[in-house]
Structure formats: structure tokens, C-alpha cells
Nanobody
Framework: QVQLVESGGGLVQTGGSLRLSCAVSGHTFSSFTMGWFRQTPGKERDFVAAISWTDGGTYYPLSVKGRFTVSRDNAKNTVFLQMNSLKPEDTAIYYC????????????????????WGQGTQVTVSS
């Protein structure tokens, strides 16, 4: 059974940093993509970052590019999202997700591309 467990959320002031972690277990995939999404009440889940587990290729939307960095530790089966220069509009529940691999990573930007999801972790940025 595939399990994704996020951690690292919390409250931070504008301009601060947080590092989210997502521990992945229970799968046998050799090629897959890990994504990060975020969601606020009443809105759809928005793409934040993606990383190819095999070659480490990454992709970001313009809204976070240059501020957020996604990385992975293959040995620990963990993916990270380093978030710097945080803004109040970054406030949301952040989810990690596992999707298919062997694809052009810039196509992995919608929730329906991912089959497995974590429970989410709250990030709040105060002004």
C-alpha cells in the first residue's frame, strides 16, 4: 500500500522559510514523478513543483520559481520542498503526490496526473 506522509508545515512570518518533507513508502515503482500541490478553502488544488525520481529533473510554476526548490533523497525515499521568501499568498495546505514516471515533467502539473496523495500539511504565512 502506497503511503505518503508530509511534515514540516507551520506558521512563519513574511519573508521566512520552511522545509516540507514527504516520506514515501509501500510502492515498487522504479520510475515515477513526485509533485507538490497546495490548496486553500474553496479553491482548486494548485501545482507547486514536480521532480522526476529517476533523473532529478524539476519543474515549477512562475508563482514559486526562484523561491521554492524541490529535491529528493533516494536512499531515504523522501522528497523535500524548500520554501524561501514566503508570502501571505503562499498560505495553504500543501500536499505531496506520486504520479507516473517516464514523462515530460512539464506535463505533470495537474492533480489528475497523480494517483497517490499525502494527507497534507498546513503552511501559514503571517503578514
Amino acid at each position: 500500500q502506497v503511503q505518503l506522509v508530509e511534515s514540516g508545515g507551520g506558521l512563519v512570518q513574511t519573508g521566512g522559510s520552511l522545509r516540507l518533507s514527504c516520506a514515501v513508502s509501500g510502492h515498487t515503482f522504479s520510475s515515477f514523478t513526485m509533485g507538490w500541490f497546495r490548496q486553500t478553502p474553496g479553491k482548486e488544488r494548485d501545482f507547486v513543483a514536480a521532480i522526476s525520481w529517476t533523473d532529478g529533473g524539476t519543474y515549477y510554476p512562475l508563482s514559486v520559481k526562484g523561491r521554492f526548490t524541490v529535491s529528493r533523497d533516494n536512499a531515504k525515499n523522501t522528497v523535500f520542498l524548500q520554501m524561501n521568501s514566503l508570502k501571505p499568498e503562499d498560505t495553504a495546505i500543501y500536499y505531496c503526490a506520486l504520479g507516473r514516471g517516464g514523462v515530460i515533467i512539464s506535463t505533470m502539473v495537474t492533480p489528475h496526473e497523480y494517483n497517490y496523495w499525502g494527507q497534507g500539511t498546513q503552511v501559514t504565512v503571517s503578514s
